[in-house]
């Protein structure tokens, strides 16, 4: 069945009321308004399934270095912005795999120009901070500071720590930096919802939300200042969400649907756990943050609490069966789970052997196609060989596993059709051909990762998902067909206007 239609669309209390097929565009009718989009296509309203809104947000307001092509760069962009929380200078976004060579940088070369503001920039995974010699001093960390558990310290051959740190080691400096106000969240979190509604989305599913952030989601979900419909997977790590006391909610516009945890990091800083050590570094495995029984044990709670969908980050192929194994535990304790929704996040490098065991234990693989593209040249040093057994989209659909999509805003271009465009062609950046091109989706299938199997993720499908009468009114309105024009013209395509529960937002 065809997603994208052409013709009037009749709107009544938020929900479609009439569909009547007509060629040569697009009309939105309720009550007595009536927007014509000559040329327009209507698809369900596209969903990102793995996203961190806060995140992108607070990138158009904390210096972006995503795409900086060197770390002088960087460190330009960083001039020109200044300390930003506080005497600190806060950013996020740099990529050493962009630089030639591409190495760690080091906090010497931001002591240079920063020799007493304490800087701390994140890397584009959210899984290193670099950070300069002020900021390890306000936190303390010299020689004799020790690695804590899921986390490093990078150190030179003497032992002294270099300016990264990786994963858990992050949080000894993030504790010394000045928080963000609740105002400053609140503008991000407009900003952002603005910035996805212009490219189409009409609903986000937000990845690791703090628990102290829900009531202005809330709040501004009842102004109505969300321009998509948020459903907050809340983090719980170290059950954050339980001592908040945080319990699933059903709201129209805002929703707390579940709970995020993490087995491992990333692939860039080498955080993702593997089965076998790294190709480019045969001294690493990756980083497990979480055992089977503790990742067992926050599921059981977040059951006990009423939630229904967990969501647990897993990259690498060793988190993924740690993941798996949970999940199994989990059904073989406490039957009748038909109800609940796992997922796990990213999916990226799957043992052939765990394939089926998505489909047995009903786990969902939540998918990011960008990653694919701009991390290809990358995964193919850190994998070797395993970049067969990365990003396999199409070998998901043919086990019958339910395969949703999203960006990881502001890790990538929050445009949903980036993420399309990427399913269709797989054709890394730089490069003239497909990568795995038998992994490629057709550009339905593609819609479909955005739309119905987002909200059969969120077990929302019964609302949403595809045109049709009875259904919610949640429509993205784009100025060419993109379910059937050429793979190569899908990103050239705008988005002339969304639809949110009837209410219209136009974007030419
Ligand atoms: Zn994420």
């Known amino acids: 069945m065809a997603l994208a239609l052409q013709g009037e669309l009749t709107i ?12 040569g565009g697009v009309t939105i009718r309720s009550g007595t308004r009536r927007v014509e989009f000559p040329g327009g296509w209507a698809l369900p309203g596209l969903v990102d399934a793995h996203a961190h809104v806060v995140g992108l947000g607070l990138a158009f307001r904390e210096g972006y270095l995503r795409d ?18 506080g005497e600190w200078i806060v950013a996020r976004g740099w990529n050493q795999e962009l630089w030639s060579p591409p190495l760690f940088p080091t906090r010497y070369d931001l002591d240079r120009v920063f020799p007493t503001t304490p800087v701390a920039l994140t890397r584009v995974d959210g899984h290193a901070l670099w950070v300069n010699s002020s900021a390890l001093e306000r936190a303390g960390i010299t020689a004799a500071t020790p690695d804590p558990a899921g986390g490093a310290i990078v150190r030179d051959e003497h032992g002294m720590p270099t300016g990264i740190l990786l994963d858990a080691a992050m949080e000894l400096i993030q504790q010394y930096i000045p928080e963000r106000t609740l105002e400053d969240i609140e503008h991000a979190i407009i900003e952002a919802t603005a910035a996805a509604s212009s490219v189409g989305l009409t609903e986000i599913h937000d990845m690791d939300v703090l628990p102290e952030h829900l009531p202005i989601f809330t709040q501004l979900a009842e102004q109505g200042k969300l321009h998509c419909r948020i459903l907050s997977w809340v983090r719980g790590q170290r059950f954050e969400w339980h001592s908040a006391g945080v319990l699933p909610t059903t709201g129209e516009f805002h929703r707390v649907a579940g709970i995020k945890l993490f087995a491992d990091g990333a692939l860039g800083s080498r955080g993702a756990a593997l089965l076998e050590p790294y190709t480019d570094d045969p001294s690493t495995h990756g980083i497990l943050l979480l055992t089977v029984e503790e990742i067992a044990e ?4 977040a059951l ?9 980050h897993a990259i690498g192929d060793r988190a993924v069966r740690t993941v798996l194994d949970a999940f199994e535990q989990i059904q073989q304790r406490y039957a009748a789970l038909d109800n609940v929704r796992l997922r796990i996040e990213h999916s990226q490098v799957v043992h052939p052997d765990d394939l089926p065991r998505y489909v047995q234990t009903g786990a969902i693989a939540s998918v990011q196609p960008i990653h694919c593209t701009s991390d290809a040249a990358m995964a193919e040093r850190r994998l070797g060989t395993r970049t067969a057994t990365a990003y396999r989209w199409r070998l998901f659909l043919q086990h019958g596993v339910l395969l949703c999509a999203g960006s990881d805003f502001p890790v990538e271009s929050h445009n949903p059709l980036s993420g399309i465009d990427a399913f269709c062609r797989r054709i890394p950046p730089g490069r003239e051909h497909p990568w795995y ?4 989706l057709s550009a339905t299938e593609a819609i479909e990762a955005y739309t119905i199997n987002a909200h059969r993720a969120a077990d929302m499908s019964y609302r949403r998902g595809w045109l049709a009468v009875g259904m919610d009114a949640d429509i993205t309105i784009v100025d060419r067909n993109i379910e059937v024009c050429p793979a190569e013209e899908i990103l050239q395509a705008r988005t002339l206007a969304t639809v949110v529960g009837g209410t219209l937002y136009e974007h030419a």
């Not at 009544?12 to 060629?23: H, L």
């Not at 900086?68 to 929380?85: D, F, M, T, V």
Request: contains cysteine; proline residues 9%; charged residues 35%.
């Open 437 to 440: 091109p038998e992994e490629r």
């Open 12 to 23: 009544v209390r938020g929900k479609i009321a009439a569909i009547e097929p007509r060629a």
């Open 68 to 85: 900086a092509p060197s770390k002088h760069e960087c460190i330009e962009r960083l001039i020109a912005h200044g300390p930003n929380r």
């Open 304 to 312: 006990d609490d009423g939630f229904s969908s967990i969501a647990v």
């Open 298 to 301: 926050r599921i059981k709670r």
